[in-house]
Nanobody, 113 residues
């Protein structure tokens, strides 16, 4: 059974930065497409960024130029580096293994103005 465990969330002031990590179990991690989603209160879960086995990436327009998704296959880990955070980035961030459909438990990011 695949498990995804996120960490790195917290409270930060607007303009600050955070790095989220997601550690995945499973020997096939390096072949998997991974993504970060977020869900703010009262809103639908939305895709933030995705990274594929070949290293290609895509981002939501709202985070382009501010967030970077990356992966370390040796550590079975995917990262989301977030810069220039805004209050509207406040949400629970979830890690997703796209091919398998597994989700982590989420990590809270709160950006104060």
């Amino acid at each position: 059974q695949v498990q995804l465990v996120e960490s790195g969330g917290g409270l930060v002031q607007a303009g600050g930065s955070l790095r989220l990590s997601c550690v995945a179990s499973g020997s096939t991690f390096r072949f998997g497409a991974m993504a970060w989603y977020r869900q703010a209160p009262g809103k639908q879960r939305e895709l933030v960024a995705a990274i594929y086995s070949g290293g290609s990436t895509n981002y939501a327009d709202s985070v382009k130029g501010r967030f970077t998704i990356s992966r370390d296959n040796a550590k079975n880990t995917v990262y989301l580096q977030m810069y220039s955070l805004k209050p509207e980035d406040t949400a629970v961030y979830y890690c997703n293994w796209i091919d398998i459909g597994s989700w982590g438990q989420g990590t809270q990011v709160t950006v104060s103005s």
